[in-house]
């Protein structure tokens, strides 16, 4: 079985742009979630999804969004760039939301915003 | 607030050797913790986990250990091989309504030596 799935795997962009990050969960996962991680750091919790319905948002400016769709993927939409925004985006998929549920994670989109 | 952090930054350690990574958890009320494993490139890969009610859990070459006394979590690999070679995160599961997040620490850099 395929693992989780990121589109693309690198995207530069300037300042003011507006990106789109894409994630397939491994099937029969239902749950998405999103994390940030900027070098040399841990990666740091954006949103989670399970059914469709958003489940918990991190610490971010309004200008991170996303959503999930019928078929479980989901999409990151970041607006208004900055520099700050460079780090690598990670999808990690898992059943559902439950405590003890593995997160699987894919290999993340790396964004550098110039 | 809410922290994971790791009491040393880099490891290195001799092929053959055993390593022992540590990490330190602020909220006493986590259930669930795991560890990553993280290459250059590549998302974080899930190593091992143990839930709060256990205080050692085994895996292949790997151990991890829970003092919930002291919220302070260890990951030991025996016998360390080059591939062993990467970032190592521990991450604690926190609740949030109906959802769930990771919370990671900073990371470890595990070197080893041939």
């Known amino acids: 079985d395929a693992g989780v799935t990121q589109s693309p795997t690198h995207l530069i962009k300037t300042r003011g742009q507006h990106v789109t990050l894409r994630c397939s969960p491994i099937s029969g996962h239902k749950s998405v979630s999103w994390y940030q991680q900027v070098l040399g750091q841990g990666p740091q919790f954006i949103f989670q999804?399970?059914?469709?319905?958003?489940?918990g948002r991190g610490n971010f400016p309004d200008r991170f969004s996303a959503r999930q769709f019928p078929n479980y993927s989901s999409e990151l939409n970041v607006n208004a760039l900055l520099l700050g925004d460079s780090a690598l985006y990670l999808c990690?998929?898992?059943?559902?939301?439950?405590?003890?549920?593995?997160?699987?994670f894919g290999p993340g989109t790396r964004l550098t915003v110039l | 607030g809410e922290s994971v952090g790791l009491h040393l930054p880099t490891l290195s350690v001799q092929e053959g050797d055993n390593s022992i990574i540590n990490c330190a958890y602020s909220?006493?009320?986590?259930?669930?913790f795991i560890w990553y494993k993280q290459e250059s490139g590549k998302g974080p890969q899930f190593i091992i986990d143990?839930?709060?009610?256990?205080d050692k859990r085994q895996g292949q070459r790997v151990t991890v250990l829970l003092n919930k006394t002291v919220k302070h979590l260890s990951l030991q690999i025996a016998a360390t091989q080059p591939g062993d070679s990467a970032v190592y995160f521990c991450?604690?599961?926190?609740?949030?309504?109906?959802?769930?997040?990771?919370?990671f620490g900073a990371g470890t850099i595990l070197r080893v030596k041939s």
């Open positions: 143990i839930r709060s009610n256990m």
């Open positions: 909220n006493s009320a986590s259930d669930y």
């Open positions: 991450a604690e599961n926190m609740r949030r309504g109906y959802g769930n997040k990771l919370v």
């Open positions: 999804y399970y059914e469709k319905e958003e489940r």
């Open positions: 990690a998929s898992s059943l559902d939301t439950g405590s003890y549920n593995e997160q699987f």
